[in-house]
């Protein structure tokens, strides 16, 4: 190599080190940015409900709100309220109060629009509010931060969600943002990456980018008449002057600029990571995410294993590489996390080097930026939505198809399904319930408590007595029938995962990750392995294992 072309080589490093260099720092600017946003707003988004005062009573569906001063104002959608009633109110905190609802516009020639809603909360006491911003300063592009209640999700505490501003006004006057929204989170408040409130949740569309916002300026045009407990079908006549942004011309400067819009993208390099696996389900071919480890063994030798989605890994896996099937084969499952690893015969270029120490895996931190790596080498962005918590099992409770007489003991029988499990073994309303696997039942809460400890495909065996004959049988439990909606927020790319609930220690990231495509991993921004996806949950949420969890169930494998 001659000197003029070693100089342009290290030229061309020097300039390529740089722009990386460049990038980390505007990442980690726009990470503190949402970082502080985080921190104004959080503690002012609540979770509301109707509540009836004499019978002391929920009566409402779950929606969101914000507060936006000390003295409890808080900002919402009409369609959620009605005016001179009550509701309940609660903070991150975990504080409660009462609040009485106040005016709502409805437009009675254009239903659903504006669908402006104000409550006040009628408890003394200075309560945490978020600064209200100016839906006038918007730009397309402008980063936005979403923090409210799904109610799919039903947790106490509010999920984040970021995304850009779509379009600063449409044809219905409403703002459109990416930050995705589903039911339970109308009403929630939309902000600026100042952490100021710029629009409130009122309506989705099918596709994950439709989210409608009621701009904020509305509120603050009608702020006195809203103070009122009255229902308006048309715009108050009473307005209020709405000043001018103070902050206008540094918002259109930090938009135009792009400092932050930057390209969330990780510098760390692992080679291949994500793959496709291929197996049969149910008698039908399947494919799931699958991710690539190595863990090193005795401190010289070095293992790979694939970790995938155990509910739909079925017989024969494979791996497709570079045209040719190579045969996996399963060494452990975690039926509670969902998780199945898997060993191969070869070596494969790539893949994420296990750390041993559990005690030093990357921190759950909601409002912290991440991506996934998907098995085509995309890397889809994302932000972690929650702090741990756990999902009960609902959907994913195995069917069995009966029911018991309530309170009883000894316990009898007091419904069989139609073609159930149940009804194919035999079983008769009336009967005796005797033990389950061996566990004596003896009073009708041991049913319930009992069944929820198995999954769909469990085979059972059940005991009981009918007409005086003891029977004994095993019994193969199916999976739930699930219900069927035709609302816009069930219609996203992908569907939910089947398994999606049952997991005591879980995250919720914000990426759109399709259900074939959970057991892909999730990383920061400094390329740490933050954990793997394991369940499309909803619109709004897909559900993470830990890294923690991850690493302990392969390393004890």
């Known amino acids: 190599m001659n000197i003029r072309l070693k100089v342009l080589t290290l030229a061309f490093l020097l300039l390529m080190a740089s722009r990386v260099d460049a990038q980390k720092r505007q990442i980690k600017k726009y990470q503190h940015q949402i970082d502080e946003a985080v921190e104004k707003a959080y503690p002012a988004s609540v979770r509301i409900w109707g509540f009836d005062l004499k019978q002391n009573q929920r009566n409402s569906g779950q929606f969101s709100g914000v507060v936006v001063s000390a003295d409890g104002y808080i900002l919402t959608a009409a369609h959620t309220t009605s005016p001179g009633k009550n509701y309940k109110v609660f903070f991150p905190d975990g504080r409660e109060c009462i609040a009485i609802a106040l005016g709502r516009i409805d437009n009675k020639d254009t239903p659903g629009i504006p669908d402006v809603g104000m409550m006040k909360i009628l408890d003394k006491g200075i309560w945490p509010f978020a600064e209200l911003g100016y839906s006038s300063s918007l730009a397309k592009n402008e980063p936005c931060i979403s923090i409210s209640y799904p109610e799919s999700l039903d947790q106490k505490l509010p999920t984040l969600r970021s995304g850009r501003i779509e379009e600063v006004k449409n044809k219905y006057g409403f703002i459109r943002s990416s930050c995705k929204m589903e039911p339970g989170d109308s009403g929630g408040p939309l902000f600026d990456y100042m952490g100021r409130v710029i629009g409130l949740h009122s309506a989705i569309d099918t596709l994950e980018d439709q989210n409608f916002e009621i701009p904020v300026d509305i509120y603050r045009k009608y702020w006195t008449a809203l103070k009122q407990e009255k229902n308006y079908t048309s715009f108050p006549e ?25 390209k969330i993208s990780s510098s760390a390099k692992f080679g291949n990571i994500s793959y496709l696996l291929e197996s049969t389900l149910d008698g039908k071919p399947v494919k799931i995410a699958a991710t690539l480890f190595n863990v090193t063994v005795a401190g010289h030798e070095t293992k790979q294993y694939f970790l995938s989605k155990n509910s739909l890994v079925g017989k024969n896996p494979v791996i497709v590489l570079n045209g040719y099937r190579r045969a996996l084969k399963v060494v452990q499952k975690d039926q509670n996390n969902d998780l199945v690893l ?95 696997n061996g566990k004596k039942i003896s009073k009708a809460e041991d049913f319930s408590s009992e069944m929820l400890k198995f999954w769909p495909g469990d085979e059972v065996n059940f005991e009981w007595l009918s007409e005086g004959i003891l029977k004994t049988k095993k019994i193969l439990l199916a999976e739930k029938n699930q219900p069927h909606f035709n609302h816009p927020a069930e219609k996203f790319e992908g569907g939910k995962s089947i398994r999606r609930d049952g997991f005591n220690e879980v995250f919720a990231q914000d990426g759109a990750v399709k259900s074939t495509e959970c057991g892909t ?37």
Do not use: H, W
């Open 521 to 557: 991993p999730v990383f920061d921004m400094n390329g740490n392995f933050v954990g793997i996806n394991i369940a499309r949950f909803s619109r709004t949420a897909t559900i993470c294992i830990s890294s923690k969890i991850v690493s302990n169930f392969i390393l004890n494998n």
């Open 342 to 436: 898997l060993s191969f015969v070869g070596k494969i270029k790539g893949g994420i080097d296990l750390k041993p120490d559990l005690d030093n895996q990357p921190e759950i931190e909601m409002g912290k930026l991440l991506y996934t790596a998907m098995p085509n080498g995309r890397q889809l962005q994302g932000v972690i939505s929650s702090p741990v918590f756990s999902l009960p099992k609902l959907t994913s409770q195995a069917y069995f198809g009966a029911m018991v007489v309530y309170n009883s003991s000894p316990v009898y029988f007091s419904l069989i399904k139609a073609k159930s499990p149940a009804e194919v073994a035999g079983l008769k309303v009336g009967d005796e319930l005797i033990s389950i």
């Open 238 to 262: 009473n307005k209020d002057t709405v000043e001018n942004d103070p902050l206008y011309k540094l918002i259109q400067k930090d938009n135009k600029s792009g400092i932050y819009s930057p």
